[in-house]
């Protein structure tokens, strides 16, 4: 399972949000690239990028941070979302060096566009699915719609999608622990496998994770853990790599 830091990207700095709300951020740093050399160094295998600006106005805002990223760091996996609503931005990121675009409003309003993605860059698309009460949430998570996420999961079974990020928005950022539960289920909705996202706090929740990891469960993202000291990614990253070899 991988340890995937998250680097949210608001006005060219990186932050973190509570529960997706724009007006409650913390800004950690004035400069992205430094802190994804900061994650590299501690032995982060893929890095997630969301453009919070870009999630509200519907169009990349701060592409030029991300490509920096990825242009620092050539071989590194890394997978953005925010934003992303036609084929062009696609080809932008991919053409920047970027590996996955990760689709989340536009996949929800126009299941269509999945599929047009998945069949223009195979293994390149991830669906972001962000949830409240297990009900998908868009538009930078403002409108909370009436769809289950994991209906829409089994949708895109035959897409080819790459991977589903599942948020549980009401656990994002707020430090309260994973939500496993509803995380095993988005695995076992569908056969794509899962990115667990919002609310792990410490290592513990990690082992959490690590146990059920063969349900499904590709990697999680950390965010306010990592960036206050409550988890080590390179401690959690070795963690998860000694159950594999050591199960």
Known sequence: MLIIPAIDLKDGECVRLRQGR??????????PVDVARQWVKAGARRLH????????????VNGHVVRAISHEFPELPIQIGGGIRNLDTIESYLSAGVNFVILGTSAVKDPRFVSEACRHYPNHVIVGLDARNGMVATDGWAEVTEIKAADLARQYESDGVSAIVYTDIDRDGMMQGVNVEATVAMAQASRIPVIASGGITNLDDIKKLCAVAEKGILGAITGRAIYEGTLDVSEAQQYCDAQLTNP
């Open 49 to 60: 990028l969301v453009d919070l600006n870009g999630a509200f106005a519907g169009e990349p």
């Open 22 to 31: 724009m007006d409650d951020s913390t800004v950690f740093s004035d400069n």
